[in-house]
C-alpha cells in the first residue's frame, strides 16, 4: 500500500508540473532519446535537443510497472520546453518527429499551443 502512494503521488507532482508546462509560453525543439533507466514502477528516459544552438538535456518519467522500452532509443520526438526556461520540458511521445521539417510543420500547425498532453484525466 505504502508503495502504491508513492508512485500515485509521484504521478501526480509530474503530471502538474507538465500541465502547468503546457500552459505556459512554449517552444519546440526536437528531442534525441540516449538512454534510459528503468525499476519496477517507472523509467527514466533521457533526451537530449537543442535550443537556439545550445545543447540540452532532460528525463522523461514514464510511470507502470516493469516498462522497458529498449525500442525508444535513438528515436526523435517533440519536446516542449517553457519559452525563457528551456531546461523546463517534456518529451512528448506522441509525437515522432524525424527532420527538422516535421518539426517546423508542427510549429506551423501548432504556433504556441500544443497539443494537451495524453493523461487518463488530462489536465483540467
Given at each position: 500500500m505504502l508503495l502504491f502512494s508513492v508512485i500515485l503521488t509521484g504521478c501526480k507532482k509530474e503530471k502538474n508540473r507538465i500541465c502547468e508546462l503546457y500552459?505556459?509560453?512554449?517552444?519546440?525543439?526536437?528531442g534525441f532519446i540516449e538512454d534510459y533507466e528503468s525499476s519496477a514502477v517507472k523509467v527514466h528516459y533521457?533526451?537530449?535537443?537543442?535550443?537556439?544552438?545550445?545543447?540540452?538535456?532532460?528525463?522523461e518519467k514514464v510511470y507502470g510497472l516493469w516498462k522497458k522500452d529498449t525500442d525508444m532509443l535513438g528515436r526523435s520526438f517533440l519536446v516542449v520546453y517553457a519559452l525563457g526556461e528551456p531546461l523546463?520540458?517534456?518529451?512528448?511521445?506522441?509525437?515522432?518527429?524525424?527532420?527538422e521539417m516535421d518539426l517546423q510543420?508542427?510549429?506551423?500547425?501548432?504556433?504556441?499551443?500544443?497539443?494537451?498532453?495524453?493523461?487518463?484525466n488530462r489536465c483540467r
Open positions: 500552459d505556459s509560453p512554449v517552444g519546440y525543439a526536437v533521457t533526451y537530449s535537443y537543442y535550443v537556439d544552438s545550445i545543447s540540452y538535456a532532460g528525463t523546463n520540458s517534456d518529451l512528448n511521445t506522441d509525437h515522432s518527429l524525424t527532420t510543420q508542427f510549429t506551423d500547425e501548432h504556433q504556441g499551443s500544443p497539443p494537451p498532453p495524453d493523461f487518463p
